[in-house]
C-alpha cells in the first residue's frame, strides 16, 4: 500500500518533470484549482483531480501531435 504523499509512477523521462510540473500548474490555473504547497491531492474530489487529469492528457495528445506533425509551437 501506498504511503500518503508517495509516488507509485515512475517517469519514463526523469529529465522531463520540470516540464511536466510546469503543465500540471498551468492546467491547475486554467480550471480553477488550488494546487497544495506539499503537493498532496488526497483532499482533492475525484471531479477535481479528473479533471486536471483530463485536461493534462488531452494537452499532452496536443503536443505530441504537434511534434509528429513537424510543429512545435507551444
Wanted: no cysteine; charged share 20%.
Amino acid at each position: 500500500m501506498a504511503r500518503r504523499g508517495s509516488r507509485s509512477n515512475n517517469l519514463v523521462v526523469p529529465q522531463a518533470n520540470a516540464a511536466l510540473q510546469q503543465l500540471k500548474l498551468e492546467a491547475a490555473q486554467e480550471l480553477g484549482v488550488t494546487m497544495p504547497q506539499d503537493g498532496y491531492m488526497g483532499n482533492y474530489t475525484s471531479r477535481e483531480t479528473g479533471s486536471l487529469g483530463g485536461y493534462i492528457t488531452k494537452r499532452l495528445v496536443q503536443l505530441a501531435e504537434q511534434s509528429l506533425s513537424g510543429r512545435s509551437s507551444l
